[in-house]
């Protein structure tokens, strides 16, 4: 159920209030920030994604019926503003790399810490290589730590499509490896 | 040694511990937002603008058939022309 003080701030910035939008902006903008973080590692692309998210949701507030928490809507909202960004990005050819020699230098059997920037960079630089429905899915499965039906619900696909895209995806990122000549267990 | 899934598992464990940059977008969203209403404003303006035009156009068109029609039919003209030649008899 949404919070009571959000449908309040919701009902006065659709009468066109923009005090009630900022204190909507103010209450959701980290977490839309972290949500898009997983979308563009770059400082100047994330912040103007969290916008079109602010602005996107602003233009349909009259279609948010309540029924779900408004973060939940929101959060909507951003995977489908990341997910056409990297859509943008793959019409602009622009592709992460990753090379084979980076992934065997992390620590995974050494038990040392990896420290998380790098971690969520390497991360996003490994699935950067997929094409954009399925780094969506693994983003979400992996870093959002959805279940199916979290997913489906973020990217608006069946349980059973996005049971699918997974196990594709998954097999994607292995063939990529195995394309350089490793070995994946 | 632990397989690719558990590996990737695990990075994707530690890369959520990050902490994305601080955003603060409300100015730029509400100042985006002004410029767009304004802008859907005056969109929504403008089909009233085009039906006002249609209209003046179909009421010009009808009023100039309206005034051809009333001499084709009355001939104003001829009538004082007849009623000039009827007095001079």
């Known amino acids: ?185 | 040694m632990i397989n690719f899934d558990d590996q990737l598992k695990m990075l994707a464990a530690r890369a959520r511990s990050e902490a994305p940059p601080r955003v603060d977008v409300g100015n730029r969203v509400l100042t985006i937002l002004e410029t767009e209403e304004s802008r859907l404003v005056r969109m929504s303006e403008r089909p009233l603008m085009w039906v006002a035009v249609l209209s003046s156009a179909l009421a010009a068109s009808v009023m100039f058939i309206a005034v051809i029609s009333y001499y084709f039919q009355a001939n104003p003209l001829a009538e004082i022309s007849e009623t000039i030649s009827w007095v001079m008899q």
């Open chain 1, 1 to 185: 159920m949404p919070l009571a003080v959000d449908m309040e701030d919701i009902r006065q910035s659709r009468n066109g209030d923009s005090d009630a939008y900022r204190r909507l902006i103010e209450r959701y903008q980290h977490h839309i920030g972290q949500v898009l973080w997983r979308f563009s590692r770059d400082r100047r692309v994330h912040e103007e994604l969290v916008q079109d998210v602010f602005v996107e949701a602003y233009l349909s507030l009259g279609r948010y019926r309540g029924k779900a928490p408004f973060v939940h809507w929101l959060s909507r909202i951003a995977t489908r503003v990341g997910y056409h960004y990297w859509k943008l990005l793959v019409r602009r050819k622009k592709r992460e790399s990753l090379t084979i020699e980076e992934w065997d230098r992390l620590p995974f059997d050494s038990g040392e810490k990896i420290d998380a920037g790098q971690a969520a960079a390497l991360v996003y630089r490994l699935l950067g290589q997929l094409p954009p429905r399925d780094r969506l899915v693994l983003t979400l499965r992996y870093l959002e730590e959805c279940d199916v039906a979290e997913t489906a619900q973020r990217t608006g696909w069946t349980k059973s499509m996005v049971k699918v895209q997974t196990w594709r995806a998954r097999n994607k990122l292995r063939n990529l490896f195995k394309q350089t000549g490793r070995e994946i267990k």
